[in-house]
């Protein structure tokens, strides 16, 4: 039975967690039990946007160390993005089929095992490796537990408060990674791999404790080998061809046959969902336009927010010479615009519907890109960088919120898991690509000129998401 099939008023926040809740009780009165269970799933998303941010900071001191090239050093974030975006349908769909709990505690435990190796790589070989390891393992434990969000709080209030504070969490672990990253390199970057391991053991801990137990199947399940191959090795092989494609050259033999092989891995795996008795991917999941309209939202928006970090580091610390520490503090104002927001999302939905508070939201990136049209020789710091930090904040908090609303309502609780993995799925390869693209529209180099062409695509990015969640509201 869908999630939009019981009217709200019908159904509880407590979902497998135990009593019942009033749907129409304040949410902030959630008992014990739930605001325990969302601090689990709220921690996981925060340890993904911690371990992102915080190596971001540390690579000059790794490449250094290790005496690598910036190509070689990109991929200790390249080889977790690509993991993760490969691995996130597969990861959902295993929550949905296999227990979500079971998945989520697998997940925290081989990535606190994998945080271990990377303290003590010897060679950036092993260190990509453990990178890549750790992303397959966050492509599992992030749509487990934001599928158990979306089954233990009843669509309507109730969940749109809980994504709220879900999504707080995940912004406020990026923000500040990028704080405590540059604290710990300055001391030692390997304590960057040490701290997600108390971080990881804790969450395992407190799922088995609190969560309770995954309920028993009644059916027997199998997992869809041929689906699950072709659609990891064809994202795989996209993703690592879009990032990879700067380097290599966009019309190269290898880009051109890296993308033809993904599509071909694609189309098959179409071709297998077709005639699967039981599909990794019911392709009739499609037909939710809210969905489908959420997924490219997503993708776009967040290519638009990986180049807009990606240009001002580049104008910031290349340009300018600032540190790491000050670019952090530049976009501290858009952290805080997502820790005031955030709280408060469940009932901006309530009162206002999903889609205006995601309009309000996508519309603030188009001014925020604008400003960044006039960045000059000089940074100017209270006219142009901080506000931008601001409209950017209040954009990323107000649409991947409503998003991840958007994007599961009315979705089956039994695939609430293929529905957080193509979500997640989405924002990761969407800012992959994205990335490549801001990155080959600019020409090799730093140049104040080369950066508007970049700042021209991210700008783009926004207009384009606009365009088309207007076209959907009016449909």
Known sequence: MSASSTPCEERTAGGALGRPVDPHENALHWPAR?????????????LDGLDISMIAVAIPEIQHEFGISAGTAQWFVGA?????????????????????????????????????FGVFADNAFLLIVSR??????????????????ATTFAEGPHRNKAFGIFNLFEASGYSSGLLIGGLLAAMNWRYIFILPIPVAVLLLLAALRFLPPDPPRTERLRLDIGGALTLVAGTLLLVFTVVSAEEAGWVSLRTLGGFALSMLLLVGFVVIERNAKQPLIRL????????????????????????????????????????????ALVLLPAGLMVVVIGPKIGALIGRFGVNRVLLVGLSAFVPCYLLMLRIGPEPDLWGVLLPASVLWGVGFALSISALMVAGTNGVADEEQGLAAGLLNSSLQVGGACGLAVVTAAILPGTQLS???AGVAVILAFAVLTLLAQLIRAKA
């Open 132 to 149: 890549f390891i750790k992303g397959m393992a966050a492509g599992f434990t992030g749509p487990a537990a934001m599928s158990l969000l």
């Open 80 to 116: 977790y993005i690509l993991a993760f975006g490969s691995f996130l349908l597969l990861g959902g769909r295993c929550a949905d089929l296999f227990g979500r709990r079971r998945v989520l505690v697998t997940g925290l435990a081989v990535f606190a095992l994998v945080s271990v």
């Open 34 to 46: 739930l605001w325990v269970a969302l601090l689990i799933f709220s921690g996981v998303i925060l």
């Open 450 to 452: 080369m950066l508007y």
């Open 284 to 327: 009739d999941i499609f037909r939710n336009r809210g969905l489908v309209a959420a997924n490219v939202s997503a993708a776009l928006l967040y290519g638009g927010a990986m180049g807009f970090q990606f240009l001002i580091a580049l104008y910031l610390q290349n340009l300018q010479g600032w540190t790491p520490w000050q670019m």
